[in-house]
């Protein structure tokens, strides 16, 4: 087989991609070769990857579409990415990284960035960012905590808008107690929440309050948001400094 014939294949292995081919009527390689824009990416390791991005309608998932990047393997191709990304605004590097930018709102951009392993592309949230377009400003998706050896307490401070705030990563253990002490704060326009990995339901929501205590559930990695809560003027900051303390 040709190796666009084997990339084809590839691409229809994805159920989408196979009944977006069924409804178009057409044979599966003329569907592919139509359907997706292709582009080849070299990796300073020596990695032959294929970048696939979908054109065809049938593929969108709102202002996004479907992003697809294909390892060259002797045997064919290896999918080693699968996500999606506003068409024209992806990156895909020869230093072995991917940004997809997508709407996280209609006044917030996610630019995601996913870094090769030597397997697969794996999503970093330090090296993501988000970008508010109203503000013109873009800050990384997440800021790792990390405690000296002996020190269980730091300081975080920065400032927030409306739908535009700091979100904080680190390591705990189930039985630790984490408290954190507003120092600098508007509770009228900020708020606080604690989640615990890929957990919908909040451990803690704080507003109106001067801080929150309590004792962590589950060993592993928390989330500490830090959010505007100001609706009247997206483009205004407020300054806070919250003392986290884990013992």
Request: proline letters at 4%; glycine letters at 8%; aromatic letters at 10%.
């Amino acid at each position: 087989m040709l190796p666009a014939a084997l990339l084809a294949t590839a691409l229809l292995r994805d159920s989408a991609v196979a009944g977006c081919a069924r409804d178009a009527g057409k044979t599966p390689q003329a569907y592919v070769a139509g359907a997706f824009d292709f582009s080849n990416v070299t990796l300073h390791g020596g990695e032959r990857m294929t970048v696939a991005v979908a054109t065809d309608p049938c593929l969108a998932l709102g202002q996004s579409t479907r992003i697809m990047i294909f390892q060259r393997t002797t045997n064919g191709y290896r999918r080693v990415l699968d996500d999606v990304t506003v068409p024209g605004l992806q990156s895909v590097s020869a230093d072995g990284t991917a940004t997809l930018p997508t709407h996280d709102s209609m006044e917030v951009m996610f630019e995601e960035t996913y870094v090769w392993n030597g397997t697969a592309y794996v999503f970093s949230g330090p090296r993501s960012h988000r970008y508010d377009v109203a503000l013109g400003e873009r800050r990384p998706a997440e800021i790792p905590i990390t405690f000296a050896p002996g020190v269980y307490a730091t300081t975080l401070s920065g400032n927030v808008a409306y739908n535009f705030g700091d979100e904080y990563v680190f390591e705990a253990r189930a039985g630790q107690k984490l408290t954190t002490a507003l120092t600098k704060w508007d509770a009228r326009r900020t708020s606080l929440s604690l989640y615990y990995g890929d957990d919908d339901s909040a451990i803690a929501e704080v507003r109106t309050t001067a801080g929150w205590s309590g004792t962590l559930p589950k060993t592993g990695t928390y989330h500490l948001f830090i959010d505007g809560t100001d609706e009247c003027d997206d483009t205004r900051r407020f300054a806070y400094t919250v003392r986290l303390t884990i013992h």
